[in-house]
């Protein structure tokens, strides 16, 4: 029993030993496990590529809001007033506060597609990737909600899926290709602004978005119900898309800035009361300037 002590002596020194490696491993690796930094710092004091605040080129995927639809004439596209990459003087683009205008016809591209879903997102990536752009904007999900039915939504798990194949086949194709990430619009709130013009409800019912927008005045249990079930369904995939970029270290989500704006009808379109208008589409760029050239993420 004498030996007691001793054993105990030899287990401190090997666990001093170990504690003291630790330390050091953790000092080599810039402690990127277990209190990990938040992932928009994790290119600070590590190694490996960090966020640059002054994109040259840029490349633009999404769907409907990136190709300006319905903001200059009715159920039609209009690229030059994007929030992305347009060069409407009204608008300043994202393109054009970075780029300078003149550059802007070179050195971006608009590659998103009305009606896009998640779905065709790997697509739309890897047609970007061929641009090997510094910066790729990223604005997808309201079609995913936007069915014919709640019902027929795109799963979390598929919009989920998705996302991490695209972004997956980017960072091969580009490795160092930037991708700021926009939130999902909050789809009830755009609801709330058309739906008492009765020239707006007849538009909606050309089949805009009917999973929020039937019924538009409805105040039954079921139509409540589904609405809610759609706004539940865009928070849901924001957080797949926090979730996934904060996975990689050059994608930057916008914390859901563009959720939370809260549009008024003068930035929507005069059309359809659903789409950014100009005026929507310069808001969309300044938040996404202020977000690309900020030092850190949005918390």
């Not at 208008?277 to 850190?296: F, I, M, N, S």
Request: glycine content about 8%; aromatic content about 6%.
């Amino acid at each position: 029993m004498r030996t007691t002590a001793p054993r105990r002596s030899v287990r401190r020194t090997v666990a001093a030993a170990g504690v003291a490696a630790a330390v050091l491993a953790s000092a080599v690796t810039g402690c990127d496990s277990g209190g990990a930094k938040p992932a928009g710092d994790r290119g600070a004091g590590a190694a490996g590529p960090r966020w640059n605040t002054a994109p040259t080129s840029i490349a633009a995927v999404g769907d409907s809001i990136t190709r300006g639809f319905d903001a200059c004439s009715v159920l039609a596209d209009c690229p030059e007033v994007s929030w992305a990459t347009g060069d409407d003087p009204a608008v300043q683009s994202l393109a054009t506060r970075l780029l300078g205008a003149a550059a802007v016809p070179a050195r971006s591209w608009n590659l998103a597609v009305t009606g896009a879903r998640m779905a065709d997102l790997p697509g739309q990536l890897a047609s970007a990737a061929e641009h090997k752009p510094d910066l790729v904007t990223v604005m997808v999900g309201s079609n995913d909600a936007c069915r014919p039915t709640a019902s027929s939504m795109t799963s979390v798990a598929d919009f989920r899926a998705g996302f991490e194949q695209a972004l997956s086949g980017l960072r091969a194709a580009s490795p160092t290709s930037q991708v700021y990430v926009s939130s999902v619009p909050d789809l009830q709130r755009l609801w709330e602004q058309g739906k008492d013009s009765p020239m707006v409800r007849q538009v909606w019912k050309l089949g805009i978005c009917q999973s929020m927008l039937a019924e538009p005045l409805s105040g039954a249990e079921g139509a409540t119900a589904r609405r809610e079930k759609v706004r539940a369904r865009v928070v849901e995939y924001n957080e797949v898309l926090r979730e996934v970029c904060a996975k990689d270290r050059l994608c930057r989500y916008d914390g859901g800035t563009v959720f939370q704006y809260p549009f008024s009808a003068e930035q929507l379109s005069r059309w359809d009361w659903f789409h950014p208008g100009r005026d929507g589409q310069a808001r969309l760029a300044e938040l996404a300037h202020r977000q690309v050239t900020a030092a850190q993420p949005p918390r």
